[in-house]
């Protein structure tokens, strides 16, 4: 989290100077503004034995391994908010240091009766908070190899990249009302040998950033060995790359996707999840937000909203019966029970069954470009969270579902600016200039 005092001091500054009749209308604003981005943040792990103060990093909260004990007291000294990372197999050892405002994150499944344990360990002040371990840092892979009749095949220039991303993860980990949030995070594996030393560039910790604020997800971000050493010896390239990681976690604190509601046109219906992921991910990965349903919803929800069901396990009677319901009120439904072969010709088949009248949103000349739709509770706004993979300015032109009058585009380079736009057959069609990470798009009404 980004040290803002000196911005409080500003606003405390402006506050004195506003008439006394607003004055309370202000404080309700600030205060839900606080409580209502308070659930996501951008954790940062620090591994060297020795911290940077508070003041050089920008920061007020590290997240450090519990056995390092040297960085947690010197983290400590220095009033960082701390978290402390351990190990599910050290949970029943663990003992937490004495103090207040620690949060421990634990890495691994912990039974109920062990995640009890240290619960009562901690006290009620304390939190315990789950890690997820699944996520992949996101890039994009290249040569990409695929089978095709038992022949493999690599993929050329001119082909679709192959992103590895979390978007589909980060969607389906979203919790319900009350539930706690997960905290994600993901290993640097380098992709060739140079890297091993060298680390994740600078625009691969942006898009790590982009990609969990877009999305919607709270992500622990482990800092590399040689750029840790860069900012303890103030290294200029270190101090300066350390500015670009704040300027994105501090556009990203706002977790605009946690306060709308996602935009989904596709059911994806079946109740083993993990076993159909790939499908899920490519959907994604094709710009078709899908939302999971347990083959019970069929008959319990409405299904309205949704235009394409793709049905993965056996329905029973009274699932086909729902089925068939909404088959007659114009929707489509796909059955695929005895499972996807090529989960990503099966996604492009998807999309040409929606055709181009009922995709939530269609992209030109953004092949590296992923979006996750979110609306307003009251449908009179929209908004689009958009991620480029490719980290490179790029040209992207949109078509949105809904006739929208304004478009107002903003990114960490770019404080906002309204767009041009043009209304066709209920579509609303614009393009990003220069979408060079990451970037969010208002459509109102």
Known sequence: MIDMCADFRRIADAFVQLPAAIRPLVCFLICFSAVASARAEILLRWDQPQVPSRESLGISTLVVRAKNTAAVKRARDQGYRLYLQIDAADAASFVPPAGSGITVLVSGKLSPAQLKQLRQRMGPARRVISVDERGKWPHIRSNWVTKNNGVLQVTGRSAQPWIENNA????????????????????????????????????????????????????????????????????????????????????????????????????????????????????????????????????????????????????????????????????????????VADPNAFALDVRQKLGRARRVVDIWNGITVLVAPFQEPNGTSMLLTIVNYAHQDLPVQLRVKGSFSQVRYESPEDPGALLPSQDRDGFTEFVLPALRIGGRVFLSR
Not at 199 to 223: H, K, N, Q, T
Not at 250 to 260: K, Q, T
Not at 318 to 335: H, T, Y
């Open 168 to 339: 589909a993860l980060l969607r389906l980990a979203r919790p319900e009302a009350g539930e706690a949030t997960p905290v994600f995070t993901y290993s640097w594996r380098p992709i060739t040998l140079s890297d091993v030393d060298e680390g994740p560039s600078l625009d691969d910790y942006l898009v790590a950033i982009a990609e969990s604020g877009s999305f919607g997800g709270d992500l622990l971000l482990p800092l590399h060995e040689r750029f840790e050493r860069g900012l303890l010896l103030g290294q200029p390239q270190a101090r300066s790359d350390w500015t670009e990681i704040r300027r994105y976690i501090e556009f990203y604190s706002w977790n605009l996707p946690d306060r709308y509601q996602p935009i989904a046109n596709i059911g994806v219906v079946t109740s083993e999840p993990t076993l159909w992921f790939e499908v899920m991910n490519l959907l994604a990965r094709h710009n078709l937000p899908c939302e999971l349903l347990s083959p019970a919803s069929l008959v319990s929800r409405p299904l309205k909203g949704l235009d394409l069901l793709v049905v993965l396990d056996e329905p029973g009677q009274s699932q086909n019966d729902a089925l068939a319901a909404f088959e007659r009120g114009g929707g489509q439904v796909i059955r695929m029970l005895k499972g």
